[in-house]
């Protein structure tokens, strides 16, 4: 219980750190190899830091908001899954909009020297949307460039795609080919002391 205590503190601190720019609280949460897998970034714990810390320079505008929590604790190591909403605000063809992910934080986490920490962020995205805030705005998204994203995450990585960034276009969603090798990985590489596999 007092494993699964402090997996849910690491957990809520990520994202409150994160959100809130405290990089220096934020950078305890990762193990020293610890890897982000984002639709905009996949690079290890430093250089997503870097790379958020530059965003934010820029005005990018990215909160994370949680849910319901489960782990899967087996001695030193765990599998953290943690439902979460990430919201993004950003100029899209001219219009102010929102665009909101739901899904899941998949996370491979590790007690080392009595601390827990991340070794791999692997988010999960379900389902997404997108919305002009102003209610009366009109907005027209190219179907073309839409249709290139998964059905998960296709709003949220529309929108990145108009502020620079360059998207992965593989990522798991709520189900599919990508998510059921997540799930693989978890079970055989993980247990065994891997995690190239996931």
Known sequence: MLDRIAIRALVENWAVWRDAGDWD?????????????????????????????????KG?????FLGGHSADVAGHRAIGQTKMTISQRAMVHDVEVDAVCTGRFYDFLERREGRWGMVLRQPIYEKD????????????????????FPAGYRHLAYLQTQIGYAVKTDMPGLQGPEV???YAGARAGWRAGRIAEA
């Open 180 to 182: 059921e090798a997540l």
């Open 129 to 148: 949307r997108m919305d002009p805030v102003d209610p009366a705005a009109r907005l027209e998204l190219d179907p073309a460039l839409l249709k290139r």
């Open 25 to 57: 609280r934020f950078a305890t949460c990762w193990h020293a190899d610890g890897i982000m897998m984002a639709t905009w970034c996949q690079a290890p714990w430093a250089e997503f830091i870097a790379a958020s810390k530059a965003g934010w320079a």
């Open 60 to 64: 990018v505008s990215i909160l994370h």
